[in-house]
């Protein structure tokens, strides 16, 4: 992975790209990037299902690997380090967004890939051997998390990051994977009235999985329904520490470069247990 201290600089790298909506990845024309996750936004991009995918697109947004060179300007960084690369490569750096760590709300934001930057170029992502990246947009991954299970941290991570959190299930039985193996500060089961009432105007954002928002109550009571998309990376860097301090990583499916159109023929149908990842370097021990 090479860094670099002004947006424009050239490199020629190998990628795995989709040239159409069919679905199909293929080798388009290579430091390095070690692993890349594959999030469900590359399903939808490759086959262009919101109208947006700029052909050939080369997906991938949670993409870890090592530094082989740096600009000169560059003093964060310095080869070997581990390093990781999420959903943003770019902002403007002027808004009152982007001089307050909060780039990731910047109107001229750039993402990783199927982005626009200033000089005209599209952005490709980590479905690749090397990626240049500018040094703001590239944050430390702990030495003690395997580079492969670090790798959705740079979107799953990152979108789901809080400071206090509270699991409510319907299932009891789930209190002691959820406390000890997830790092939940709470947990509370949805048919005990009294552990609901406890907490009640105690949650700032609530992550529900259930189909369906209670209309009527939302309405009357001027609440919202938000999305995070990603994080800033000041909120990036500072999960990775949080995850590196705890020993949190993800529990990922490793597969090969020619496995890609498989691994997204699967997510399609939904017949995917754990997070996709990427060896594009062929060596997992990292």
Not at 79 to 90: E, P, S, T, W
Not at 188 to 192: A, C, E, G, H, M
Not at 254 to 262: E, F, R, V
């Given at each position: 992975m090479?860094?670099?201290s002004t947006p424009n600089h050239t490199q020629t790298v190998s990628g795995w790209a989709a040239h159409d909506s069919s679905g199909k990845i293929v080798?388009?024309?290579?430091?390095?990037?070690?692993?890349?996750?594959?999030?469900?936004?590359?399903l939808h991009h490759v086959k262009n299902d919101w109208g947006i995918t700029m052909y050939p697109v080369v997906p991938g947004h949670e993409i870890t690997g090592v530094i082989t060179k740096v600009?000169?300007?560059v003093k964060k960084f310095k080869?070997?380090?581990?390093?990781?690369?999420?959903?943003?490569?770019?902002s403007c750096l002027e808004c009152?967004?982007?001089?307050?760590?909060?780039e990731n709300y910047c109107d001229q934001i750039q993402f990783t890939y199927n982005g626009i930057f200033w000089d005209g170029s599209i952005t490709y992502g980590g479905y690749s051997t090397m990626l240049v990246a500018d040094h703001r947009y590239v944050v430390n991954v702990p030495d003690n998390l395997p580079m492969d299970a670090a790798a959705p941290l740079l979107c799953a991570g990152i979108t789901a990051f809080g400071h206090h959190v509270t699991v409510i299930s319907t299932s009891l039985s789930k209190e002691i994977e959820a406390k000890q193996r997830l790092g939940a500060d709470c947990f509370?089961?949805?048919?005990?009235d009294e552990q609901m009432q406890s907490g009640k105007r105690t949650l700032d954002v609530i992550l529900d999985t259930a189909n369906g928002a209670p209309f009527f109550s939302i309405n009357i009571r001027e609440r919202a329904v938000k999305g995070s998309m990603t994080g800033s990376m000041k909120e990036t860097q500072e999960m990775l520490d949080v995850c590196g301090k705890h020993n949190i990583t993800c529990d990922v499916e490793?597969?090969?470069?020619?496995?890609?159109?498989?691994a997204l023929d699967r997510l399609a149908r939904n017949d995917v247990r754990y997070r996709f990842v990427i060896d594009i370097s062929g060596n997992s021990k990292h």
């Open positions: 090479a860094l670099q080798l388009t024309s290579s430091n390095e990037v070690l692993y890349c996750g594959i999030c469900h936004t590359d600009g000169s300007n080869i070997g380090n581990r390093v990781g690369v999420g959903c943003l490569v770019a009152e967004f982007c001089m307050n760590s909060q509370i089961v949805s048919t005990n490793l597969i090969k470069p020619d496995q890609i159109n498989q």
